[in-house]
């Protein structure tokens, strides 16, 4: 496998990590990129972007990332509040009145850390609705949490983006898309973001399966909940509607706004993103909210991931686990389904982004990041 791309003086050995992965690993295209103090030193690429192998990987490429779109939707809901704009403890239901309905305590700082019980829609909806903005926001409206808000941590990994989503366009009073070209895409001259149309790059990566199963870093108990309760809230969180886990490579899926999972960035839009973040003086959010997001908002047994997570605002935290472990402890990020990755290192003012076309069954980072970090991080010791 050729690999394209370079990496700064005193990096080059990530790209034997990296070519490692398609050997290894089952790697058939895939991206990964490094920030440290503002200056990229690392940008890798190979393999193939389609799933017949026909059309090469770019650095420009663009994948789903699903999960890892909720950092990039944070950081919006971040700018908001730094502009004064949004206030995280006031109720969503004052920005946004017909969310009152069963959840008008419930404030954008639970929806941020996942403490708002919005973790699933409580009726069966049509696999449509995924694919209409407004429909969802609105049904999400309608919408009552699983438990009383704030009293326990569940992820809500599609309702999130529909939920935060819909309160930042209403404070920001312009479309979300709009909104995400101004705040970030231009001022970061990123390639993608929600959705996989409109943005500078068109150069979209199909993804897949990956053929072969990576050893798991934990026990991924999601499966086993959703057949031992099927109206339980992790089988409705994942599978309500089922349109939320088939069809991802379809022009209905990227053509839709499913800001929790439909963000399709390259790794150098990660990079980027929590790079800017790693900076003494970030561009897009101020250094005093950087650290608020930052700052441990809830930590416990999760109800949905049925794991133990750490959550800023919108931002999962480093942890000692290796598949959770984000460079310090002053790491911050979001993982995304399959395997790609973003965070930022601020103690050593990085950012880090990976992509790939290969999706494995980890809960979390799965061996092809764990892998990438263990060697970055054996460079910077």
Same mark, same amino acid.
């Given at each position: 496998?050729?690999?394209?791309?370079?990496?700064?003086?005193?990096?080059?050995?990530?790209?034997?990590?990296?070519?490692?992965?398609?050997?290894?690993?089952?790697?058939?295209?895939?991206?990964?990129?490094?920030?440290?103090?503002?200056?990229?030193?690392?940008?890798?690429?190979?393999?193939?972007?389609?799933?017949?192998?026909?059309?090469?990987?770019?650095?420009?490429?663009?994948?789903?990332?699903?999960?890892?779109?909720?950092?990039?939707?944070? &950081?919006?809901?971040?700018?908001?509040?730094? $502009?004064? /704009?949004? @206030?995280?403890?006031? +109720? =969503? %239901?004052?920005?946004?009145?017909?969310?009152?309905?069963?959840?008008?305590?419930?404030?954008?700082?639970?929806?941020?850390?996942?403490?708002?019980?919005?973790?699933?829609?409580?009726?069966?909806?049509?696999?449509?609705?995924?694919?209409?903005?407004?429909?969802?926001?609105?049904?999400?409206?309608?919408?009552?949490?699983?438990?009383?808000?704030?009293?326990?941590?569940?992820?809500?990994?599609?309702?999130?983006?529909?939920?935060?989503?819909?309160?930042?366009?209403?404070?920001?009073?312009?479309?979300?898309?709009?909104?995400?070209?101004?705040?970030?895409?231009?001022?970061?001259?990123?390639?993608?973001?929600?959705?996989?149309?409109?943005?500078?790059?068109?150069?979209?990566?199909?993804?897949?399966?990956?053929?072969?199963?990576?050893?798991? &870093?934990?026990?991924?108990?999601?499966?086993? $909940?959703? /057949?031992? @309760?099927?109206?339980? +809230? =992790? %089988?409705?969180?994942?599978?309500?509607?089922?349109?939320?886990?088939?069809?991802?490579?379809?022009?209905?899926?990227?053509?839709?706004?499913?800001?929790?999972?439909?963000?399709?960035?390259?790794?150098?839009?990660?990079?980027?993103?929590?790079?800017?973040?790693?900076?003494?003086?970030?561009?897009?959010?101020?250094?005093?909210?950087?650290?608020?997001?930052?700052?441990?908002?809830?930590?416990?047994?999760?109800?949905?991931?049925?794991?133990?997570?750490?959550?800023?605002?919108?931002?999962?935290?480093?942890?000692?686990?290796?598949?959770?472990?984000?460079?310090?402890?002053?790491?911050?990020?979001?993982?995304?389904?399959?395997?790609?990755?973003?965070?930022?290192?601020?103690?050593?003012?990085?950012?880090?982004?990976?992509?790939?076309?290969? &999706?494995?069954?980890?809960?979390?980072?799965?061996?092809?990041?764990?892998?990438?970090?263990?060697?970055?991080?054996?460079?910077?010791?």
């Amino acid at each position: 496998m050729e690999i394209y791309g370079f990496c700064a003086p005193g990096f080059e050995a990530l790209q034997d990590a990296f070519a490692r992965n398609f050997r290894e690993c089952g790697d058939t295209g895939a991206a990964f990129a490094v920030r440290q103090h503002g200056q990229l030193v690392c940008s890798l690429w190979a393999g193939s972007a389609d799933r017949d192998a026909e059309c090469p990987f770019t650095e420009d490429a663009i994948a789903n990332v699903f999960s890892a779109s909720k950092g990039v939707l944070a &950081l919006m809901a971040l700018q908001q509040a730094d $502009a004064g /704009k949004l @206030d995280l403890d006031r +109720p =969503v %239901a004052d920005y946004w009145p017909e969310f009152a309905e069963g959840k008008a305590t419930v404030t954008a700082r639970q929806l941020l850390c996942h403490r708002g019980g919005l973790v699933a829609f409580r009726k069966r909806v049509e696999d449509r609705l995924i694919y209409d903005w407004h429909a969802a926001c609105a049904e999400v409206s309608r919408t009552e949490p699983w438990w009383s808000p704030g009293s326990q941590q569940g992820y809500a990994p599609f309702l999130y983006g529909w939920s935060l989503g819909g309160l930042v366009e209403r404070i920001a009073q312009k479309p979300l898309p709009e909104l995400y070209r101004e705040s970030l895409a231009n001022p970061l001259g990123l390639d993608g973001g929600f959705g996989a149309n409109g943005h500078r790059s068109h150069r979209i990566a199909d993804v897949g399966p990956l053929k072969q199963p990576l050893p798991e &870093l934990r026990e991924n108990a999601i499966g086993r $909940a959703i /057949k031992e @309760d099927r109206k339980g +809230p =992790v %089988a409705m969180a994942f599978g309500n509607p089922v349109s939320l886990v088939m069809g991802t490579n379809g022009q209905q899926w990227r053509d839709a706004l499913i800001p929790a999972a439909n963000g399709h960035f390259s790794a150098r839009d990660l990079a980027a993103v929590y790079g800017d973040l790693a900076l003494e003086a970030p561009t897009t959010l101020s250094r005093d909210w950087v650290t608020e997001a930052s700052r441990e908002q809830s930590c416990g047994h999760d109800r949905i991931l049925l794991a133990k997570v750490r959550f800023g605002c919108g931002f999962i935290l480093s942890g000692d686990a290796a598949d959770l472990h984000f460079g310090g402890a002053r790491g911050f990020g979001h993982p995304g389904a399959g395997g790609s990755i973003g965070f930022a290192d601020p103690e050593r003012g990085l950012g880090l982004g990976y992509i790939t076309t290969r &999706l494995g069954q980890s809960l979390f980072m799965d061996r092809r990041a764990v892998e990438l970090v263990r060697v970055l991080y054996g460079l910077l010791s």
